[in-house]
């Protein structure tokens, strides 16, 4: 079954530490996946995706096909980080399977 | 450039009235469309897509129905809403087999 599974509904994090938000998939194919960001009272907007290798903001994302995982790093957290996260995978008809979010909060 | 437009911002109907909710696209033809229920704690739960006009795709059966009566506008509709129906909705469009998808702003729709 296709799957995207994001274990942790609340991440809480001090200002100048790291972060990392756990994004775990299941698909047979090869996997295309996002990590979308949406800053309180502002859209629901791309952040990254794995086949750029690009940082954006700090964060990183690398695709591991043998712990099928994508997980968003960053190792300085910053106070404008605090927002909701999902990653998402990209099924065959190029629709996108959904995690449930991690909210992500940083304390100052 | 694109951009996507949805209105109303917020809505409150009662239980038993009709819905109608839109989106709009900018600067693209042919889009893909998609209208989501966004929940706390359940990510996005996908409602409906089309990939062209008057094809609608529906993806969990319930009380909403969608429209796409031109290339660039996407509604959403209920004859009859329920209180279950309160939510937040989101529009996205992306382009034709690319998986990036890009969103409105939402409409927030309270039920009473």
């Known amino acids: 079954a296709q799957r995207v599974t994001q274990p942790e509904k609340l991440l809480s994090v001090f200002k100048g530490a790291p972060v990392e938000l756990k994004c775990n998939y299941s698909?047979?194919?090869?996997?295309?996946l996002f990590w979308y960001v949406q800053y309180s009272r502002q859209r629901l907007q791309l952040l990254l995706r794995h086949i750029s290798r690009e940082s954006i903001k700090g964060f990183t994302a690398d695709l591991n096909k043998g712990e099928t995982s994508f997980h968003l790093k960053k190792p300085f957290a910053q106070e404008e980080d605090s927002a909701m996260y999902y990653c998402?995978?990209?099924?065959?008809?190029?629709?996108?399977?959904w995690g449930a979010g991690t909210k992500l909060i940083i304390k100052p | 450039s694109q951009t996507i437009h949805q209105w109303p911002a917020t809505l409150v109907q009662p239980v038993g009235s009709p819905l109608s909710l839109e989106c709009t696209v900018e600067g693209t033809s042919n889009p893909n469309l998609y209208w989501y229920r966004q929940a706390a704690g359940r990510g996005l739960q996908l409602l409906f897509y089309?990939?062209?006009?008057?094809?609608i795709s529906s993806e969990v059966p319930q009380n909403l129905s969608a429209s796409r009566p031109q290339d660039r506008q996407f509604i959403l509709s209920s004859k009859k809403l329920l209180l279950s129906d309160s939510g937040f909705y989101l529009c996205a469009w992306s382009v034709a087999s690319r998986a990036e998808q890009y969103f409105g702003p939402g409409t927030r729709l309270t039920v009473t």
């Open positions: 089309s990939v062209g006009i008057g094809q």
């Open positions: 698909y047979s194919g090869s996997p295309e």
């Open positions: 998402a995978l990209r099924k065959s008809n190029y629709q996108l399977i």
